[in-house]
C-alpha cells in the first residue's frame, strides 16, 4: 500500500540536500510511502524500472540471481535514512540489474520514473544531488571489487562486519550489536566467498574472542580489532 505525503521530514536526506521549500514541496508531492515485511521483494531482476526507491527505516538487501537455478549473490545491505537504489533502471530505462528484497520491516518513499526525470530536468540542485550519490556509489563498488581481489576471506569479513558495525550497530554497554538477520550464505555472497571458507572465518574470529554471530546477528566484544584489521 503506497500513501502520499503530507508533509516533508526529508530535510536531511542527502538526495534533497539544499532544496529551497518552493522545489522540496514539489518534491515531497510526488514520493509515495511504503511499507514492506520482513522477507518481501520491492523489485526483482529483469522488471521494468519505473521507481526510484529511497530508505526512510529499515533494511534491505540488494542481490542478483536466484530465480532459475536458487543461487544468489548478494550485491550490499542498504538501510542507513536516504539510501537511494533502483536508480539505474530511472537512469537508462532498462530493465532492473539486480533484486531487491527487505530484511527487517522496512518502510521505503518511491517516485515514478516519469516524476523523478521531470524534477531533475526542473530542479538543477536535485540533479548535482543525484550525480554525486551515484558517483559515490561508483566509488564504494569500485573500492568492493578491489578489496575482493586482494584480501583473503577473513579480512573480507572483517571489513563487512566492521562497516555493518559503524552502520547499524548498537551500542550495548561495552559490546556493539548488530542485529541483522543474515543467514551464512548471504553473509558469504556479500563477500565473494564460498560458504565453507566464510564459516572457516566466522569462527577464527569467534575464537579470537572479537565477536559472536547467531543467526546473522553480531555481537561485537572487540570493534578496535575489527577496526585494524579493516584499514
Do not use: C, W
Request: charged letters at 25%; hydrophobic letters at 35%.
Amino acid at each position: 500500500m503506497t500513501q502520499p505525503l503530507s508533509t516533508q521530514p526529508l530535510g536531511e536526506i542527502p538526495l534533497f540536500e539544499g532544496l529551497n521549500n518552493r522545489e522540496r514541496r514539489r518534491v515531497v508531492g510526488a514520493l509515495r510511502s511504503r511499507i514492506f515485511k520482513a522477507g518481501e521483494i520491492l523489485f526483482q531482476e529483469g522488471e521494468a524500472g519505473d521507481k526510484l526507491f529511497l530508505v526512510k527505516e529499515g533494511l534491505v538487501r540488494i542481490y542478483t540471481g536466484g530465480r532459475e537455478n536458487g543461487q544468489e549473490t548478494s550485491v550490499l545491505i542498504i538501510g542507513k535514512p536516504g539510501d537511494l537504489f533502483g536508480e539505474l533502471a530511472i537512469v537508462d530505462g532498462e530493465p532492473r540489474s539486480a533484486s531487491a528484497k527487505a530484511v527487517e520491516d522496512t518502510v521505503v518513499y518511491t517516485m515514478a520514473r516519469d516524476h523523478f526525470n521531470h524534477h531533475l530536468e526542473g530542479i538543477p540542485r536535485l540533479a548535482y544531488n543525484f550525480i554525486r550519490q551515484m558517483s559515490q556509489k561508483m566509488r564504494s563498488s569500485t573500492s568492493k571489487m578491489e578489496s575482493l581481489a586482494s584480501k583473503s576471506v577473513y579480512s573480507r569479513l572483517i571489513s563487512l562486519v566492521y562497516k555493518l558495525a559503524t552502520d547499524y550497530g548498537k551500542s550495548r554497554g561495552e559490546l556493539i550489536l548488530i542485529d541483522i538477520s543474515l543467514n551464512q550464505t548471504e553473509i558469504a555472497s556479500l563477500i565473494g566467498a564460498t560458504r565453507e571458507s566464510t564459516n572457516r572465518a566466522m569462527q577464527r574470529l569467534k575464537n579470537e574472542g572479537i565477536l559472536e554471530n547467531d543467526g546473522g546477528r553480531f555481537i561485537i566484544y572487540d570493534i578496535d580489532a575489527l577496526k585494524d584489521g579493516a584499514e
